[in-house]
């Protein structure tokens, strides 16, 4: 099967930047997807990459490098809305998503 | 601009009972998913549907049968529940390309005594 890798729980402060780390299998992979889900409430689209390299979308940022089987999404300027968990997922050549089991982003004032 | 719909939002069932989760989607997406969420493990993939009359069973299949008789509906049935189904459903829906995000629904909150 394929495995997704990222951190249980991380916590950082209100204005600071975190970096959120997300390791995958390489074979049959077909993109890497980023989405956010507050507690109790349905996972939302953040970020999508298929090449290597930094994708910014305003204060998210998400990078790829495919040789390692590696992405990371960037959080810049904190602000206590952030506090979520944060699900990384690889698509595969079926177009079906394998997702980590999601990191528990706490935002301390 | 519904999205993707859910009913209900919530759900306590005995042991042995038998259910329907209805999802709905208004965005004429070929795709259909359905996951279950649990504390402490990703999402992970019951059926799927890559159109509407076709469906296939993802990672968890047991237990669930589904229907994907319109286009825009996507049906999970609970044939006899169980207390290892208690979760949280999400229904999601996603367009033909690859490089399309899956859009999810609310969930549904499902308990077994």
């Known amino acids: 099967g394929q495995n997704i890798d990222q951190p249980t729980e991380m916590t950082a402060t209100e204005g600071a930047i975190v970096q959120i780390n997300c390791t995958y299998q390489t074979s049959g992979f077909n993109g890497l997807f980023w989405y956010q889900q507050h507690a109790g409430e349905a996972p939302t689209f953040l970020s999508y990459n298929v090449l290597d390299g930094l994708e910014e979308k305003g204060r998210f940022s998400s990078f790829l490098s495919r040789s390692k089987g590696y992405s990371y999404l960037l959080l810049k300027e904190l602000q206590m809305k952030d506090s979520a968990s944060y699900l990384c997922?690889?698509?595969?050549?079926?177009?079906?998503?394998?997702w980590g089991a999601g990191t528990k982003l706490i935002i301390k004032p | 601009n519904a999205g993707v719909t859910q009913t209900p939002k919530f759900r306590v069932l005995k042991t042995g009972q038998s259910m329907t989760l209805l999802c709905a989607q208004d965005?004429?997406?070929?795709?259909m998913y359905w996951y279950r969420q649990d504390p402490g493990m990703g999402l992970r993939l019951i059926h799927y549907?890559?159109?509407?009359?076709?469906?296939a069973k993802g990672e968890v299949p047991d237990g669930y049968n589904v229907s994907r008789l319109k286009k825009q509906n996507f049906l999970l049935g609970l044939e006899s529940a169980a207390p290892s189904q208690t979760s949280v459903y999400f229904c999601a829906s996603k367009e033909l390309d690859s490089n399309q995000p899956q859009h999810f629904g609310d969930g549904t909150r499902l308990s077994i005594l």
């Open positions: 965005m004429n997406h070929e795709y």
């Open positions: 549907s890559v159109g509407e009359g076709t469906t």
């Open positions: 997922a690889e698509e595969d050549s079926n177009y079906q998503l394998i």
